[in-house]
C-alpha cells in the first residue's frame, strides 16, 4: 500500500514538474529590427474533439520569436526537449524535425499542423501573440477591456478569447476552430 503510495506522488510530482518545462528562449536574429521583435516562451496544449471519439491531445512548451519578416517558433514536449521548429520568411516556411528532417512550404501554418498534428494559427499568431487582429484576412472583435485592447474576436476561422494581457500583448489565449468532423481547442499561456 504504501509503495503505491510513493508511486503515485512520485509520477504526481514529475508530472507538475514536467508540466512547469518550457523551451528556451529563442536566440536573437542579429538582421531583425529590435523595435519590431516580439518573443515569447510559454506552454500549450492542443486538443481535437471528434464526434464519438475520445479527444486527441498534445501539451509541451514553445518559444516564438518574431520581428516582422522572420518567425522562429520552436516545439517542445512536456520534458523540455524540443520536438521541431518551424521557421517563416519571404522565401516561405521550413520545418525542422527533431531528427534532422526538414520539410518545406508556402507557409507555415501546414507545417506546424504537420509537427503537432493538427492545425494551429500560427499566421494569425503573429498579430494575436502582439495584442491585435490582423488587417486581413478581417477579423471581426466582439469584445474589449478597459483599455480598448481585444479579449474576444473571431478571424480566420478561429474564435479567440484573451484573459489577461502584459505590456508584450496577450499572456492567456484560448482559441477554437469548429470544422466538419472536429472541433480544435489550442490555448497558450505565455510564461516569459
Not at 93 to 105: D, I, K, Q, V, Y
Not at 139 to 168: M, P
Amino acid at each position: 500500500m504504501r509503495r503505491g503510495r510513493r508511486m503515485l506522488l512520485t509520477l504526481a510530482a514529475a508530472s507538475v514538474l514536467a508540466a512547469c518545462a518550457t523551451p528556451q528562449r529563442i536566440a536573437k536574429n542579429e538582421e531583425g529590427d529590435a523595435a519590431t521583435t516580439i518573443s515569447r516562451v510559454g506552454r500549450f496544449a492542443l486538443r481535437v474533439q471528434r464526434p464519438m471519439e475520445e479527444p486527441e491531445a498534445i501539451q509541451g512548451g514553445f518559444a516564438w520569436q518574431d520581428d516582422g519578416r522572420k518567425l522562429v517558433l520552436d516545439l517542445a514536449n512536456p520534458l523540455g526537449t524540443t520536438l521541431a521548429r518551424v521557421e517563416s520568411g519571404p522565401d516561405g516556411a521550413m520545418l525542422r524535425e527533431s531528427n534532422g528532417r526538414e520539410t518545406f512550404a508556402a507557409d507555415p501554418d501546414g507545417l506546424a499542423a504537420r509537427a503537432l498534428g493538427s492545425p494551429i494559427p500560427v499566421a494569425g499568431l503573429r498579430d494575436w501573440l502582439r495584442g491585435r487582429v490582423a488587417d486581413a484576412p478581417r477579423g471581426q472583435v466582439s469584445a474589449r477591456d478597459e483599455k480598448s485592447r481585444a479579449t474576444a474576436f473571431e478571424q480566420d476561422g478561429w474564435d479567440v478569447r484573451v484573459s489577461q494581457y502584459d505590456d508584450t500583448g496577450p499572456v492567456r489565449l484560448h482559441m477554437t476552430r469548429a470544422e466538419p468532423g472536429r472541433t480544435i481547442d489550442l490555448r497558450l499561456v505565455i510564461t516569459e
